[in-house]
Structure formats: C-alpha cells, structure tokens
C-alpha cells in the first residue's frame, strides 16, 4: 500500500506544485504518491504559475502536467501527510477536519527545517523572480528531510 502525501497552499500554482514536484524527484513512486492542492479555487484545472514551472525546470524538474484542484475534506482519507505551506493554509485545513486523527496528518512543511517554529512558506506569487528561488531552497530543504523520514517507514 502506497503511502500518500499531499502539498497544500492557497492557489495550488506556485508553492505546492513546487513542493509536490521536488518530493516526487526524491521518493520511489511505487512506494509513496505526491500530490498537491489549493485552499482556495482560484486556479482549478489550471497549470502552475510559469515562475513555478520556470524555477523547477532550473532545478531539472517538469511540472507542466500539474493541475491545480481544491483541497476537500475527502483528502483527509485519502492522504496521509498533509504538508501546508503557511499558518494561513494551516487553519483553513484543520477548519475542515472532523476528527483529531485528521488534524493529526497536518504540518506545516517548514517545521521540517524549523521545528516548533511554524515559520510560513512565504507566497512568492505578488514578488519577482527572486522569489521562486528562494521558496524552491525551502521547499528543497524541507523535502529532503520528508523523503528521509519516508525511507524509515
């Protein structure tokens, strides 16, 4: 049985799609899924931003086949770690929750790298380019401590 990630913040075009397609480049697929969603619907069906895709494709990734979808409380069962990327997706996911085994899977992702900071992915989409570099080397940092934790299980 595979076990199943999902990537979350606000429009599902910037941080998360870089966040699904860095851990995806680290982890067997056989073995454990990535995906992704927004807390809003702003950006259903559509691609990520082309920063995300500009940024990712430095980094030797392609995530022009992403489609950004909204976040639901179906996701709770379907996934098994929910990593937001800011206090603001934090809530808006733990809002939805019916039971505290669900807001048990949810984390924000940089308590990865900080623990107990909570410290926000910041959302690069209203900045410039040197944005998206900087949210990859998080989200990069983060990921690798995330698909070590998943070689353990």
Request: proline share 3%; with cysteine; charged share 35%.
């Amino acid at each position: 049985m595979k076990t199943r990630v999902l990537m979350v913040c606000l429009g599902n075009i910037c941080r998360s799609p870089l966040a699904e397609g860095i851990l995806k480049s680290k982890v067997n697929s056989d073995e454990i899924e990535v995906q992704s969603a927004g807390t809003g619907d702003y950006h259903i069906d559509e691609k990520p931003d082309k920063r995300s895709i500009a940024i990712a494709r430095k980094y030797n990734l392609d995530i022009t086949d992403q489609r950004g979808r909204q976040f639901k409380a179906s996701d709770f069962d379907a996934f098994d770690h929910i990593y937001v990327m800011d206090n603001s997706n934090y809530k808006d996911v733990i809002s939805l929750a019916k039971a505290e085994e669900e807001k048990e899977k949810v984390k924000l992702i940089l308590n990865e790298i900080f623990p107990g900071e909570n410290v926000d992915v910041p959302d690069p989409y209203f900045g410039g380019d040197h944005g998206f570099e900087n949210v990859y080397q998080m989200l990069e940092e983060a990921c690798e401590i995330i698909a070590e934790k998943l070689r353990q299980k």
